[in-house]
Structures are given as C-alpha cells and as structure tokens.
C-alpha cells in the first residue's frame, strides 16, 4: 500500500512519487530464434522428425550437458525454456507457475531428461507443440503435475517411435543376412556335386 505521507511546504509543489512497475516477463529474442530452428529442423506439420531427435549424440542431450556445463547451469537453461513456455500460455498469471514452482518443474524435466535421454531439442519440440494444444488445451490452471502429464504424452510418442526405428534396423540386417553372398567358399563335395559330369569317353562332334 502507497501512501503519500510528504508534508507539503508553502509555496511547493509535492515531488511526484515514482511507483516502480511489478517485474514483468519479456520473451528473449535468443530463445525464439532458438525454437524456431528446432521446429524447423525437427517437426514438419503435424509429424515430429523423431529419426533425428535420436540421432543426436548422447553428449549433446540433457544428461550430457550437465556432465560438460553443471548442473546449475542446465537448470537455469530449462528454466528459461519454461517460463518461455508459462508465458505463452493463455492464462492469467495468478493460474500460471510461480518462480519457486517452475523451479521445481524444472527439477523434474532434467529427471525425466535422464531416464528418457531427452535434448533441449525435446523439450523445445514438445513445450511448442503444447502451445499448440497438441497434448490438450490448458483450461483453468497451468500446475506442475499438468506439464509432466503432457510430458508423459511426449516421451510415450519418442518411445514408440523408437521401438518402431529398432525394429526397421533389425528387419533391415536379417534381411542383408539373409541374401547369400557372392564368392562364399563352399567344401569341395558341393561343389563336386553341383557341377556337370562330362563323359571323357564320347567326343562330341562339331
């Protein structure tokens, strides 16, 4: 509560009281740069390019990061990634995620990131794709439990595609391994028995 308590003097005027703006959120520039270099490169309508979210090398995902840069340093980054996405979110702000909140969300996204492998490139695809109302729309609240729900959505997806890569893979070898190779030595018997036996005794004629 503001309260103008100044004693004005004869002959003054009273300073101007300069309240100060509550701390507001700004959208980085960086970060929608960032999104929309992973959207492009990783989802392609309404199809996630999960053959290349898999092929990113395992020190470049979440739990790599944290060995090379710090624990500190990667939760700070996924931080940043969700309050990007709280703030797009059409909610007011008192149904949205507070600082200690998203703190703990984010606590549990690189838990999540170490059981499944998952990038930063992930966790952008999905929360774009949450925005969109991919996973179901946010009606009333944003809440910790409600992100990690639809996260749930997302790695079942990443999962299934995976078993289904795995198994192209295998099909693709049993099937290499099934064609008989050129030049494969065979035991002299075979090919003994393979081959055409020619009487030495008649000659043919021509």
Do not use: W
């Not at 492009?40 to 020190?59: R, T, V, Y």
């Amino acid at each position: 509560m503001n309260i103008d308590n100044i004693i004005k003097m004869e002959g003054q005027t009273a300073p101007a009281i300069k309240r100060k703006p509550g701390k507001r959120f700004v959208r980085s520039l960086e970060y929608e740069v960032i999104a929309n270099l992973a959207m492009n490169q990783f989802a392609k309508g309404d199809a996630i390019a999960f053959d290349k979210l898999l092929s990113i090398p395992l020190e470049e995902r979440i739990p790599g990061l944290i060995e090379n840069y710090g624990l500190r340093r990667a939760h700070r980054l996924i931080k940043m990634v969700l309050q990007e996405f709280c703030f797009s979110v059409p909610l007011p702000k008192s149904a949205k995620l507070s600082e200690t909140k998203t703190a703990a969300v984010a606590c549990d996204l690189i838990l999540s990131a170490y059981e499944d492998q998952l990038s930063m490139e992930d966790l952008i695809v999905f929360f774009e794709r949450a925005k969109e109302g991919k996973y179901g729309k946010f009606k009333t609240v944003l809440t910790h439990f409600v992100i990690m729900q639809k996260l749930d959505q997302y790695r079942k997806e990443r999962a299934d595609a995976y078993q289904k890569l795995l198994a192209e893979q295998q099909a693709r070898i049993k099937k290499m391994s099934d064609v008989p190779r050129i030049g494969e030595p065979k035991a002299i018997g075979e090919l003994f028995q393979q081959a055409e036996v020619i009487d030495l005794t008649r000659r043919k004629s021509g």
